[in-house]
């Protein structure tokens, strides 16, 4: 038992397993079917609710929920706070990417040479499989940096200011500086694939608009 919970917990063997299995699923989703693909108002309602959960999500994550929490909480109040959330949501956010793709792929299938189908297959695969990358790859190790730099923070009497960080006496310290930078360096990247994955779901968006015509 010991040993099996290192390996799931403990290891990215998981994590590499699971995104074997996406890429598998994904590229079975887009094999052709010579059957032609029809889709029930039930999974149309499926698709629609998850791409909007979806779109809803990030919006909220990223241009509301963060900003509102950074200037409004002390800085480890938001850290403990964004420990919980992110894993959190882009576990959601992946689980809804791949709902929404699955769907477009299954009934798309046949179409899925045209130019604008490829573009949006594309588009959504490479969200979902950010999404997916962020949660199992960059998450962890962030949290686990997040929850070392608190810790240090707290020993030395800092970080409880609202806003921008005043590092005081940790400016002269190299083992703290490298964490923050690990840390900064981390979480740069988590925004710039959460930005990502946001231009393809609004790309996605942007091509429903055109298929919407009971407005």
Same mark, same amino acid.
Not at 176 to 200: D, E, G, P, Q, V
């Given at each position: 038992?010991?040993?099996?919970?290192?390996?799931?917990?403990?290891?990215?063997?998981?994590?590499?397993?699971?995104?074997?299995?996406?890429?598998?699923?994904?590229?079975?989703?887009?094999?052709?079917?010579?059957?032609?693909?029809?889709?029930?108002?039930?999974?149309?309602?499926?698709? =629609?609710?998850?791409?909007? +959960?979806? *779109?809803?999500?990030?919006?909220?994550?990223?241009?509301? $929920? #963060?900003?509102?929490?950074? !200037?409004?909480?002390?800085?480890?109040?938001?850290?403990?706070?964004?420990?919980?959330?992110?894993?959190?949501?882009?576990?959601?956010?992946?689980?809804?990417?791949?709902?929404?793709?699955?769907?477009? =792929?299954?009934?798309?299938? +046949?179409? *899925?040479?045209?130019?604008?189908?490829?573009?949006?297959? $594309? #588009?959504?695969?490479?969200? !979902?499989?950010?999404?997916?990358?962020?949660?199992?790859?960059?998450?962890?190790?962030?949290?686990?940096?997040?929850?070392?730099?608190?810790?240090?923070?707290?020993?030395?009497?800092?970080?409880?200011?609202?806003?921008?960080?005043?590092?005081?006496?940790?400016?002269?310290?190299?083992?703290?500086?490298?964490?923050?930078?690990?840390?900064?360096?981390?979480?740069?990247?988590?925004?710039?694939?959460?930005?990502?994955?946001?231009?393809?779901?609004?790309?996605?968006?942007?091509?429903?608009?055109?298929?919407?015509?009971?407005?």
């Amino acid at each position: 038992n010991i040993f099996c919970y290192r390996i799931l917990f403990r290891t990215t063997q998981p994590a590499h397993l699971i995104t074997a299995f996406s890429v598998i699923c994904i590229l079975y989703l887009t094999f052709p079917n010579k059957g032609k693909s029809t889709i029930s108002p039930v999974w149309t309602l499926v698709y =629609l609710g998850s791409f909007s +959960a979806h *779109l809803g999500a990030q919006i909220w994550m990223t241009f509301v $929920s #963060g900003l509102a929490l950074y !200037f409004s909480l002390p800085r480890h109040t938001f850290g403990s706070v964004q420990q919980v959330l992110f894993p959190k949501y882009f576990l959601m956010n992946a689980t809804l990417s791949l709902i929404t793709l699955a769907i477009f =792929l299954r009934t798309k299938n +046949a179409e *899925l040479r045209t130019i604008e189908n490829t573009v949006q297959a $594309s #588009g959504m695969s490479i969200c !979902f499989l950010l999404e997916l990358v962020v949660r199992l790859y960059l998450t962890p190790p962030l949290l686990e940096l997040m929850t070392e730099k608190i810790a240090i923070e707290k020993s030395a009497g800092v970080g409880t200011e609202v806003g921008k960080l005043n590092l005081g006496k940790l400016k002269d310290c190299p083992h703290y500086l490298r964490i923050h930078k690990s840390f900064r360096k981390i979480h740069m990247s988590i925004a710039i694939l959460n930005i990502i994955a946001m231009a393809c779901t609004s790309s996605h968006l942007y091509y429903l608009s055109h298929k919407l015509c009971a407005i």
